[in-house]
Nanobody, 115 residues
Framework: QVQVVESGGGLVQPGGSLRLSCAASGNIFGIYPAGWYRQAPAKQRELVAYISSDGRPSYTDLTKGRFTISRDNAKNTVDLQMSSLQPDDTAVYYC?????????WGQGTQVTVSS
């Protein structure tokens, strides 16, 4: 089994920054692609950023230039550095690790952007 745990969420003022971390453990015997998603109240879950198994990042139009996804394969972590945060970025952020075609999700971490 694979466990995924997110951390680093919290309350931040508009224009501020926050760094989220996703830690994977369990039966992981390789390097797999991962994505960060978010879900705001009454909205569908949406992709925020994605990183391939060889470290290539990709972003959506909403996060490109503000968010940076990175990974540390030795530690089995995938981080999301967020800057220039706005109230619209308020959501629960989830990490998704794709192992052999299966999605493993964490429980999410709340990010609230408010003054």
């Amino acid at each position: 089994q694979v466990q995924v745990v997110e951390s680093g969420g919290g309350l931040v003022q508009p224009g501020g920054s926050l760094r989220l971390s996703c830690a994977a453990s369990g039966n992981i015997f390789g390097i797999y692609p991962a994505g960060w998603y978010r879900q705001a109240p009454a909205k569908q879950r949406e992709l925020v950023a994605y990183i391939s198994s060889d470290g290539r990042p990709s972003y959506t139009d909403l996060t490109k230039g503000r968010f940076t996804i990175s990974r540390d394969n030795a530690k089995n972590t995938v981080d999301l550095q967020m800057s220039s945060l706005q109230p619209d970025d308020t959501a629960v952020y989830y990490c998704d690790l794709v192992v052999e075609g299966y999605d493993f999700w964490g429980q999410g971490t709340q990010v609230t952007v408010s003054s």
